[in-house]
C-alpha cells in the first residue's frame, strides 16, 4: 500500500461508468499501484484512478516477510538471487 495525497483540481477516473472527476478538495488515502504506474484507491465504496504523475506519494516500507512471500511464489528465484532482492529493497542503514 501507497500513501498518495492527491491536491484540489486534479482529475481522476471513477471507474463506476468511466467518468472523469475533477476533486473540489485535497484527498490524503492509501492506494494500490497497478502495473502500469497507475493508483487505484476506494472512497466511500467507490473506486477511482489516478496517475501516479498527479499526485504525491510515499513508497512502503520494507517488509521481510512480504518480500520472501513474494519470492516463493516465483520458482525461478534461488538463494543467492532472492539475497540480492532483499539487499536491493532493504537498501542502505546509516
Partial sequence: ??????????????????KMVTLSGDVY?????EA????VYTVDGNRYCCS???C?????????EAVDKAIKRDPRIKGHEAKL?????KGRAR
Fill in 85 to 89: 532482492i532483499h539487499r536491493l529493497l
Fill in 36 to 39: 502500469d504506474g497507475a493508483f
Fill in 52 to 54: 501516479a504523475g498527479c
Fill in 1 to 18: 500500500m501507497y500513501e498518495i495525497h492527491i491536491p484540489a483540481g486534479v482529475k481522476v477516473l471513477r471507474e463506476k461508468g468511466n
Fill in 56 to 64: 504525491n506519494w510515499t513508497a512502503p516500507k520494507y517488509n521481510k
Fill in 29 to 33: 488515502v492509501e492506494a494500490n499501484r
